[in-house]
């Protein structure tokens, strides 16, 4: 499981310097098991920080005119999609003009489901794709697959991915565009055209500057020993931050 190991190893550098080498889908699956069944954090922690990364990148990104912005999360139903309803939470707790969509409220997982519930309690909004259809929107949050890409997208997902793409707004993508392999970089079909990316605790080899536009890493609270026990080398890149962005070597 060694990152030297890994036929496709390719290396990003952070703003400082930082050399921080790339990790296939399979790699992040297993540090994801380490952190839930051994080290911590768990999956309720791991969404809190990527949600709560999210929000702030956003904001960021909107710059002075952030909380007048109409913002757009849509949400797979997964743990991408549970990063997306958090930051949908903490943009709306901040009084940001927010609005969720979900592909699949009917099927969101365990904690998603609990995020949901919390967001509810919130100022942000709740549409179904058909009545977004016409709103005004300043930025949409892709929070539709990540990383668990299972062919190319379809039904909801595929009607998603296709109304991101033919609107007028800048794309957030959550750890990868939606519909692109996060190994690879393979599209087997639609994909979200994002004009950001914010990727989680490692980048991974399938991200290019072609479908990822910016990039930026941010860190999810997973301590160096979960790393150690699947032998990947880490460095800390964040030095006092929590999201830092990042080039391809």
């Known amino acids: 499981m060694s990152i030297k190991d890994n036929p496709n190893a390719v290396e990003f550098m952070t703003d400082k310097g930082v050399t921080v080498s ?29 949600g ?8 960021d990104i909107l710059g002075d005119r952030w909380n007048d912005a109409n913002i757009l999360v849509m949400a797979g139903l ?21 609005t969720l969509s979900l592909s699949s409220p009917d099927r969101l997982g365990e904690v998603p489901s609990f995020q949901y519930e919390i967001f509810k309690s919130t100022s942000g909004r709740v549409l179904d794709l058909e009545d977004i259809a016409d709103e005004d929107v300043d930025l949409i949050i892709d929070a539709l697959i990540g990383y668990n890409l299972k062919g190319a997208p379809r039904g909801r997902i595929l009607d998603f991915v296709e109304w991101a ?9 959550l750890d990868i565009p939606s519909g692109v392999d996060s190994t690879t970089g393979e599209t087997p079909g639609e994909f979200v055209n994002a ?41 800390y890149p964040f030095d006092s931050r929590y999201v830092v962005p990042l080039i391809r070597k």
Do not use: C
């Open 22 to 50: 790339a990790i296939d889908t399979d790699q992040m699956r297993e540090v994801d098991r380490i952190a839930m069944e051994e080290t911590g954090p768990n999956l309720y922690q791991m969404m809190e920080n990527a």
């Open 78 to 98: 997964g743990g991408n999609g549970g990063g997306g309803i958090t930051a949908a939470r903490h943009l709306a707790n901040r009084n940001a003009r927010v």
């Open 165 to 173: 793409n033919k609107s007028n707004a800048p794309v957030l993508s």
């Open 195 to 235: 004009n950001w990316t914010m990727t989680l605790a490692f980048p991974k080899t399938g991200l290019s500057a072609q479908k990822t536009g910016e990039l930026y890493l941010a860190d999810i609270g997973i301590p160096v020993e979960t790393y150690n026990r699947i032998n990947i080398d880490y460095t």
């Open 52 to 59: 709560r990364n999210l929000a702030t990148l956003s904001i």
